[in-house]
């Protein structure tokens, strides 16, 4: 199977993540199953590093130090703010909106760049951010939202969650450079996020935290955790035969697979569907001309 068409399913299973965080908002008693899908997220990557990895513990010395701080690093902005801020824009504004606001991560990640890195892109990498940033401005103009799609919160946390991803990526990108394998990072970033949210549990609530925190386990919870993960690693296969500026232009089909998801599960059609199929193909065309 080529690489082109994992990253086509991974897409897809976002999209079907979307649109199981939007309903199982209604029988959600605890978050969602977002610490459920954290867990599974790190059992998968850790089978994935078990199987394919490339890294040995065994071979780690104190030079492994530094990769490993910004591995933990990375899965606290990408697991604790990223996929956090990830649900509660998804239950606030849609699958639809909330996907193509996390087209935004890679300009997140140009303006990262350059602020630690001092990587100043050129002027085709900025002139397809510029699209990008266009596309999602244009299509969430209030103007052209109903009230119940358009949530300023929702939005707020749209945003925050493309740019905590995008850090999330920076820092492991860095680490990368020393533990060249990104499933062992990934399973360290899940099991250090998971750890933080369970002592904030712990904190917040004092006892029987983890209780708590696997109260939602209905089917669209499960559905949730599952198409996470399958979206992560199929991604991971997507990356061993196909580019990243691939990869990445492909993902941004989920905002077209969450719109015809949604309509088939709900019947619910996305506000301003001419709107949103401009949109997303400018932000497609934008961030294969920005990774190019």
Known sequence: MSGELYALLAALAYGFAGVAITKGRATARGDNGLFLSVIATALL????WVLWGTVSVRAMSADSLRPMALFALAGLMATVFGRLFMFKATERTGPVIAGLLRRLTPVFGLLLGYLFLSEWP???TLAGAAIVTGAVLVYLRPASLNEASFSRIGLAFGVGSAAAYAFAYTLRSAALESLPDAAFGTFVGAL?????????????Q???PLRTLLVDR???HL???AAL???QFLQFLALKTASVVTVATLGTLEVFFAAMILRWMTGARPANLWRLVTAGSAALVGTAIMLA
Do not use: D, H, K, M
Request: glycine share 22%; with cysteine.
């Open 218 to 220: 209905g089917r669209w």
């Open 122 to 124: 050129g002027e085709v």
């Open 45 to 48: 990557s850790g089978l994935i």
């Open 229 to 231: 993960s399958s979206g």
């Open 206 to 208: 004092g006892q029987a």
């Open 223 to 225: 559905l949730t955790a």
């Open 192 to 204: 250090v996020g998971g750890f933080c949210i369970l002592a904030a549990a712990l904190l917040r």
